[in-house]
């Protein structure tokens, strides 16, 4: 099998991070389609350009990053990846922009959300489930829509706080530059 070395993502970007043993497995449960085999670095460059490219694992984790995936704003996201925990088991997704402001991330399991949070850059249309301990550390995402309490903008994440999140739940996708990796990955694009 060939070795490959991690490309670090994240900002501006959209992605999952998945307990899974493979990329195969991962591109299955998502029905990728129009799928090739790809390196770090062309995967990343594909998902910068609104595929997906599942990943090599990172030690448990499988990373998806990609354009390609649906929103935290979108319809029926919830339900997305409430079905794609069905499949998989433990699924994370973040989401980041810095432009718009968008920050998201979602907690799913055994086909349930535990926990949701996205804030668009002016409110928070998405607050589901309990507030995680690692939310409370890092003192982000902690209080629903409060625009006009000057302590509820203390609370507003930035994209480096969604890349320590991503951390304690698993992996930050800024700081996997060069770590080896067994085989390509796999690049396609989701069904709409």
Known sequence: MSVDRAVPFGYKCLWLAVAAPDAATVADALGLIRRKRATWSHGVDLAYGG????????????LVPGRGLPEAAGP?????????????????????HRVTGTCAWVLASGGRVSRAYHFDGAGVPL????????ETALAVG??????????????????????????????DPTSIEGLETDGDGIAGRLRH
Do not use: K, N
């Open 51 to 62: 595929s997906v490219f599942v990943a090599p694992p990172i030690g448990p984790w499988v």
């Open 127 to 134: 607050f589901v489930g309990g507030v995680t301990p690692d």
């Open 76 to 96: 029926g996201f919830l339900d997305w990846v409430a079905g794609l925990s069905t499949r998989l088991g433990h699924v994370q997704f973040f989401q980041t």
């Open 142 to 171: 902690t209080t629903p829509e409060s625009p006009d309490d000057e302590a509820w903008w203390d609370t507003v994440p930035g994209e480096d706080d969604v890349m320590a999140l991503a951390g304690r739940w698993s992996v």
